[in-house]
């Protein structure tokens, strides 16, 4: 399932479990802030990810605080505050502020966690001329079970260069998961294949993707970065689990492609 919106000022809630999670066992949701704007989340029973897409925001959680500033998706790494059920979180805006929250149901208490830009892990996959270059994109995770094995949920950014592939070769995993979009020009886009079906993604645009194998890929000229998110099913977590499509396992060979311009 795709959805796409046009956000405006405060919360765009994409997926609300209260209604209908869709699968996800999550809630989603696009918080847009102008400077002075204030907005305070505090869950009884749901742990929380606060992700700074871009902007310049003021984060307050149990008596501390810090001040985060990301011009854009594209060329600054994130903020991302995890923190567990019952933490009251308060947001002030400093500058226009774009931020992805995403929450699930978690009894467990733990300390809060912020990860920063110091502390982003991220993996440089299809760096080494793969596929003539076709795949080459940052996969970046601030949370997963090997950190944060305290958390019901996995958070982490992709930055998809243009015209490249991502989440390639297709591939699944038992954990429904959420793609949310985000383009460094508002008309770009690009291409979704999930659920068995292809859709044309957009900036702010969110795909659920809750069976089949996928993959993505950005429009030449337009860089895509995109929010990826994943509830741990109960008692099978998301340990980094692929599954390829055994249809195409022969392009992980070294020299998959290198045929094609060999007279060239």
């Avoid at 002030?92 to 912020?114: C, F, M, W």
């Avoid at 109960?234 to 290198?258: F, Y």
Wanted: charged content about 20%; hydrophobic content about 35%; glycine content about 8%.
């Amino acid at each position: 399932m795709y959805l796409q919106k046009d956000v405006v000022r405060g919360y765009n809630p994409y997926i609300d479990s209260a209604v209908d999670d869709l699968g996800t066992q999550m809630d989603v949701g696009l918080l847009v802030m102008e400077p002075g704007d204030s907005y305070e989340i505090c869950e009884a029973e749901k742990e929380c990810a606060v992700l700074l897409f871009a902007g310049d925001l003021q984060i307050a959680w149990n008596g501390q605080s810090v001040r985060a500033v990301r011009p854009d998706s594209f060329h600054y790494e994130a903020y991302c505050l995890l923190a567990p059920r019952a933490t009251h979180i308060a947001l002030t805006a400093h500058g226009h502020s774009e931020i992805y929250i995403q929450k699930t149901v978690n009894p467990r208490d733990y300390t809060p966690v912020l990860y920063t830009p110091e502390t982003v892990q991220t993996q440089h996959a299809g760096a080494n001329g793969e596929l003539l270059g076709a795949m080459k994109r940052e996969i970046k995770t601030f949370f997963d079970y090997d950190n944060a094995p305290f958390s019901n949920m996995v958070l982490g950014e992709i930055l998809n260069y243009p015209g490249k592939w991502s989440s390639y070769p297709p591939h699944h995993h038992p954990q429904p998961e959420v793609y949310f979009y985000r383009f460094d020009y508002p008309q770009g886009f690009g291409a979704g294949f999930a659920n068995g079906e292809i859709y044309q993604t957009g900036h702010n645009g969110l795909a659920i993707i809750n069976h089949g194998f996928h993959s993505q890929v950005a429009a030449p000229g337009y860089a895509m970065c995109y929010a990826w998110g994943i509830r741990h099913l109960d008692g099978d977590p998301w340990i980094k689990t692929r599954i390829d499509d055994e249809a195409h396992a022969w392009l992980w060979k070294a020299d998959a492609n290198s045929h094609i311009f060999q007279n060239t």
